[in-house]
């Protein structure tokens, strides 16, 4: 109500009417007469009231049957009935439509007036707290949109551990609409199980009144669980000794829960390479020192006269100078991946190349069996002789110990034209074929299927590949065979 409080009178009797806009006239209030029920309601309806007079025997109807439409056309404004007949049958009649009160002609002013006031304080107070529920109906849709759009999850439980709220990214994360979740048992519904019991004596804490916590549980989500990190807080309002109420809100921590995890593999990896390259180097010399006395021991050997102890001499000494060998070649490797020299950036002629690692294979290769057919066309790659000869060299040695007696190994190379040219060489085997949980493998360093494998091939092959620019590609099939394709950049000329 602002402003002088309206008065509205619907009432046939000028004259009574007429006293009415004396009496609260100089009472500083605005008076409307209108001598008809239609003509009241059309001014509740566009302009309103505070108050309205409405005399109970109107021409056209009677005042009870008028109350209820000028209540629902002017919500916040009061009404007064009058009659000059009292009886307690239209007074009750009066409550009960709606009316303020029910006052009888002819007035007493001081009487009236006192009513008058006190339908005004109702009046007043009506719209106050119309405006304070409109006020908290905002700032209450403020806040849900604040916590529904958040991208932290938001749930409130009861002392039961029972679902209140949950907001939106709660619902969509979990999987199931809002009215699911509310009433549900939250840790039996959302928490896995292997966190459940400690989660429940974080939040019971809180509910006896000790304070914020946070904690770490798995989320049964609707894509699998998810690593969240929870904050708990007592809703105020509560006694200090205990809460009725706690607010979870929880922060999804899978990815960087994984990142650190990765980080810290590779930040170990990176140790260890460091130490493997400082080891390597020490054990080189010693190994070199060996392998010299080996080699005099050897010439000595050959000096003995013939006899019966010189052949299995011999044979040992050549077993010493192959484990010798097979140690200096996994130094090599090691040293490879731990501190990579520079890649050159030379022409590489690929199928001399290959003639080359093939040279040295084919002979064990025919003693097995096993065919090596060639589809070579002429490419020239730029890169690193030495290195691309170590990664074809694996490659090689990995399809010979793949394959069956009588298998076949196919070696090609070919020219890739584009925008950026590449050459691809690849070597395919007809042996036992990679399964797949193993092809997620075999890059790892030290993953091998082989009682005497080191499990480095592969990780120095992918290494040496990309230090070029290219890719390794690899294609297999259980008992079907294995294609191992290395695509470089060719050598522009
Ligand atoms: N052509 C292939 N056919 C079948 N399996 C293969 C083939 N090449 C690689 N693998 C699988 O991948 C694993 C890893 O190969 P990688 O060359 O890295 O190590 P390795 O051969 O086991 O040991 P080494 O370090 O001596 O090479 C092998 O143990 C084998 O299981
Ligand atoms: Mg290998």
Known sequence: MTGRPRLLVIDDNRELADNLVELFEERGFAVEVVPSAAAGLEIARSRGFDLAFVDVNLPETSGHELVPALRSACPYGEVLLMTGHASIDSAIAAVRVGAFQYVVKPFNVGELVATVDRALSQVQLRAEREALSRQLGESERRYRDVVDSTGVLVFALDGDARVVMANRRACDTVGVPSEELVGADFFIRCIAAESRASARTRVDAVLRGQGAIEFDASLVAKSGLRAVRWHGTPASGGSPKSAALVYLTGVDVTERLELERRAAESEALAHMGTLAAGLAHEIRNPLNAAGLQLHLLGRAVDRLPDGDDRSPLKARVEIVASELKRLEHLLGDFLELARPRPIAREP???????????????????ARGITVERRFAQATARGDRERLEQVFHN??????????EHGVIEVSVEREEGPTPTVLAAVRDDGRGIPEATLARIYEPFFTTKPAGTGLGLTIVRQIVQRHGGAVLIDSAEAKGTRVAVRLPAFAT
Request: aromatic residues 0%.
């Open 395 to 404: 490659l090689v040695v990995n399809a010979l110990e793949a394959s069956a």
């Open 348 to 366: 590489v002629d690929l199928v001399a190349l290959l003639e080359r690692v093939l040279s040295l294979h084919e002979p064990i290769a025919s």
